[in-house]
């Protein structure tokens, strides 16, 4: 878990001192009283927050919303926890995923895009041109003498 340094757009940036401090005092509790504590600083984001949140990437808001409604679901805190530690591994997975793919995606355009000026420079045969010339043609030697 990252403190939150950067100022972006408005408030007053968490100073890192008062970051890790929270950070010690929440290891030292329970899941469930966690997401008591996330709860509450839920609610007092909603009444006092100085500005938005950053917005959470997709894959952010697919595990939120499933730890949301397994806790709705009154499924124990340890339970959630271990579960969101599993999609947390699958979407590290996923990302590696995702990155190799765009990898990929990005050569095989980068070498069509650099084999296209080729082909385009190859000029296609005609189908009805002559065969080129031999040229002249070598005499052919007498019958009755022999080289």
Known sequence: MS?????DGGGKAMNQFLSDRVLRKLETLSDERVYQVLDYIEFLESKYAEKKPAPANV???FAEGVEDTMRAGQVSASTVAETMNLMSKAMGVLSGVGAAGKSVVSDLVGSATSSKPAAADAKPAAADTKPADPGPASPKPDAGTKP
């Open 3 to 7: 403190a939150v340094n950067a100022n």
């Open 59 to 61: 894959f952010q808001r």
